[in-house]
């Protein structure tokens, strides 16, 4: 009996890998039949808002990326004593990424006991991501005129 212990763990280490693998499966494929534009209930809207947190942060990094490279090309270009809009640039971001991150905190605090707090604080940030990539985008515009 002892000398089958090692299989019977080891089978029920497999079995329960299998399994998990197949409700993560199942969950991918319904997640993927959601309808962002009328989430049916407190799951679909959660998913909803975080894909589309998720699209508008890699919309903010895609401009800011542009525009971070735009101004290292115009540094270069540059005399000494005028260099320094990437660092600059930097530190915007980073301060942006703050202030949005506490702005939004304030606007849902009174909710955050219950999941209408989460909400708020989503949709603020989905809207403040969409402001500043919009800022970002005006931004390297003004400079490639």
Sequence with gaps: ???????????????????????DQNQNQSLENIDCGYPLNNNERTYCAEKALKDANSKMEAAY???????????????????????????????????????????????????????????CMIVLTMHRTEDLEATLEDYDN
């Excluded at 930097?90 to 702005?103: F, I, L, M, P, R």
């Design 1 to 23: 009996m002892r000398n089958r212990l090692p299989f019977v763990l080891t089978a029920c280490a497999m079995l329960m890998t299998a399994a998990a693998q197949a409700q």
């Design 65 to 123: 990326e542009k525009l971070h490279a735009k101004v290292v090309e115009m540094d270069d270009a540059l005399p000494e004593h005028l260099k320094g809009s990437p660092a600059a640039l930097e530190t915007a971001q980073a301060a942006w990424k703050d202030y949005s991150e506490k702005d939004c905190k304030a606007y849902s605090f009174p909710f955050m006991g219950g999941t209408r707090g989460n909400a708020l604080y989503r949709n």
